[in-house]
């Protein structure tokens, strides 16, 4: 891959993610009730997959280095969880 | 599983000019990117940063010798335990042994020519260069007082201090963290020598890559920490401020998961240089190698799961407080499965008591009392009567100042042959292992009591039937300072009128002991070839033979 096209299609990847930044700020205002936070979610989501799968190049990737990047889901997946086991009981038992 | 022994073979010494004759221009040193040279760059950075923080710490001491405020106002006071922390924790404590002697020593032991990404070792050490500049100009400008976990909401919505460039120094020391992880992880998997197996790294390796694994994954969440509170606080973003939908507890749990794996930062370098000297001066292999290395695995593992010990009276969910709290009697038992192979490695050994093997035997009882005060505070009933005292402060000194520092120390002993070429004076040095080890007992050891009593941490006042503890503290701290600037001065003096060292004056195995003192630029003439593993201090199945003195810079000249 030329310089060129490795500029090119990372100047996309970035058009893409900024486009999705406006999405995510414009959804903030129009009244989902709770789905505001899934469609904010949703579009994290597919940040990430932007970023991951193409920015990063694990789509292209051998087994071991998305091995490696599934340690840092696996990671993260701990500190949501046990966070959540706080925040998510918080109340209980009041 | 395998046995551990030494490479077969001496390696020819190369007869190229040592690492330190490479240049003597400052360009040939701040330009460098020979991982020994940046090893002594972070020394001296560390070293700096080290009686910066003691300085810190000594006026704090001298303030509490009295129950009256009469040395520092209560605002100078919490800047003063905020430097102290600040310093000691993100610029000494946790870039002291794995930037320090895991640059030097990693490519050395594995029997590589230098780490994966040289010019990315020194841009590690420009970084924390930078984020240090920061912090001390947040100092000499007037100083930070939320002390050094920046717990929201007084860190974003009250304090008046220099919050900011305190945050954005610890950011870019981060990032000099998680790049060092990096290299590190790179140069162990890429660049070991043939036959180097990973059952036959020394544990010292081991230990610094699952150091590196946690600065990997731990820091960017400390990163992320940082950017919050720069967003609350200069933004204005509503996120942990609880009057406009925010929660200052998740703050605690976004800082205590990169801190509380911190804390396996700090320590899990100690017990590779442990487990290094141990078994070098009982002249006795690892007990139980296998066993060493997974439980430093399980430790740098389960280390992420235990954040919440840290929370249990900040308004987080009984529940949640049950699971961190099983979670973190978990993490104990790797930490004495270390302990227990240690004290078996010792068993029936030959062993010498010289300041290194000091230094380390310290570590071990001073490491053990701290890791079981550590299950008190995770027990949350004794939790909820000592969180917020001197209990807490004595455990986590016996931790990372009686653990990390007295194995740094242990460290420099060792490896000082090796990274100059000279011996110290071994009578002062045992000397200052010995008032180390006592300094420090008699100025922690009242703490836990008062602690226990009731004194709260971050106070400059206290109740006068709490005095004597304190000036018992005060007293040893200034043994402690006495034990601390001794190394310096001898260590110093060896530079000059020391001994030439030889190549393995203690008589060790290891890759890093079969080259020259000091290395040349590329480390070996050739790259050596491992066919048996670390630490064949004697035959397997077979005690060590009787102790043979050691005559100290005679045999191989380097």
Known sequence: ?94 | MTTIAAPSGDLPVSSEPSYLSAGYTLGSWLGTSDHKRIAILYAISVTLFFFLGGIAVTIVRVELFTPEADVVTADTYNRLFTLHGVIMVWFFMIPSIPNIFGNFLLPLMIGAPDVAFPRLNLMSWYLNIGGASLTIYALIAGGVDTGWTFYTPFSTMFSNTHVLATAAGVFLAGFSSIATGVNFIATTHMLRAPGMTWFRLPLFVWAIYATSIVMVLATPVLAITLILIVAERWLGLPIFDPSRGGDPVLFQHLFWFYSHPAVYIMVLPAMGVVSEVITCFARRRVFGYTFMVYAMIGIAGIGFFVWGHHMFVAGMSPYAGLIFSFLSFVVAVPSAIKVFNWTATLYRGQISFDAPMLYALGFLGLFTIGGLTGLFLASIPVDVHVTDTYFVVAHFHYIMVGGTVSAFFAALHFWWPKITGRLYPETWARFAAILMFFGFNFTFFPQFIVGYLGMPRRYHVYPPEFQVYNVLSSAGAVILAAAYLMPLGYLAWSLVWGRRAGRNPWDATGLEWQTASPPPRENFPRTPHVDVGPYDYHPEGMSPAPYQPRHRGQGDQA
Request: positive net charge; proline residues 2%.
């Open chain 1, 1 to 94: 891959m030329s310089v060129w096209s490795l500029w090119r299609r990372n100047l996309l990847i970035w058009l893409a993610l900024l486009i999705l930044l406006g999405l995510t700020f414009a959804l903030a205002y129009i009244p989902l009730g709770p789905f505001n936070i899934v469609a904010a979610l949703g579009i994290a989501a597919i940040k990430v997959g932007l970023v991951s799968f193409l920015f990063m190049g694990l789509a292209r990737s051998s087994a071991l280095i998305r091995l490696a990047a599934a340690a840092g889901i696996f990671w993260l997946i701990v500190l949501f969880s046990l966070t959540l086991s706080d925040i998510l009981t918080r109340l209980s038992g009041r």
